[in-house]
């Protein structure tokens, strides 16, 4: 099993302007006798899953998804040819019998630097092609649009489409071109996103490389 996801910390970096996650004690063994951690997040934090009501006021929230939607088979795709600011093309991404595509850009290796925001993104014609195919989309970037955009037109356009977006995900070099993933988003009520604790396992007859 691969562990596709970024600790959540205080050193956790966030999407410029969003809250910042703070880790700290509420309770201790030396003052209470027992521990007790406060935790403060926004939802979306880290590695996270983004449902179309983050940025459609009529969209669907995580709780309206059954559990089993956060279990995809999913199919990973190589775009470490891609620099900063580079855009993913629909030409760059393969017609897979899957739910889901995981878009390895190598990004991850600069999460927690300024370089991390100059990210490769999803052009507009890709994200159509995704949509048009129902595909849910994981990324090792802040997202499908490049960070700052004004209208966010890949995420519109993915989650107009009813797919659900992973985002700041880590690891994908390590997978097998086939796996399952699984991201589950803590259970909020009424959730624009959340982080998720996002895994892959092999799928039968995959090897690593």
């Given at each position: 099993m691969f562990d596709l996801t970024h600790p959540l910390s205080d050193e956790t970096p966030?999407?410029?302007?969003?809250?910042p996650v703070r880790v700290s004690p509420?309770?201790?063994?030396e003052t209470d006798g027992y521990r007790v951690t406060d935790f403060r997040a926004n939802s979306h934090a880290g590695t996270h899953v983004d449902a179309p009501a983050h940025l459609l006021a009529d969209g669907r929230t995580l709780d309206d998804y059954p559990v089993e939607r956060f279990v995809s088979d999913a199919r990973v795709v190589d775009c470490t040819g891609l620099g900063a600011g580079d855009a993913i093309r629909a030409a760059d991404l393969p017609d897979a019998d899957c739910d889901s595509l995981l878009l390895h850009t190598?990004?991850?290796?600069?999460?927690?630097t300024?370089?991390?925001?100059?990210h490769p993104h999803l052009s507009r014609d890709a994200a159509r092609w995704c949509a048009d195919r129902g595909y849910d989309v994981g990324f090792?970037?802040?997202?499908?649009?490049?960070?700052?955009?004004?209208?966010?037109?890949?995420?519109?356009?993915?989650l107009r489409a009813d797919c659900l977006?992973?985002?700041?995900l880590t690891g994908l070099g390590a997978l097998p071109e086939r796996v399952r993933l699984?991201?589950?988003?803590l259970a909020l009520v009424?959730?624009?996103?959340?982080p998720v604790r996002a895994v892959a396992e092999r799928v039968d007859g995959e090897a690593s490389d």
């Open positions: 966030v999407y410029p302007g969003d809250p509420a309770a201790t063994h190598g990004w991850d290796a600069h999460w927690g300024p370089e991390y925001d100059d090792d970037t802040a997202g499908p649009d490049p960070t700052g955009a004004e209208s966010f037109p890949a995420h519109r356009i993915l977006l992973v985002e700041n699984t991201a589950l988003p009424g959730a624009d996103g959340a």
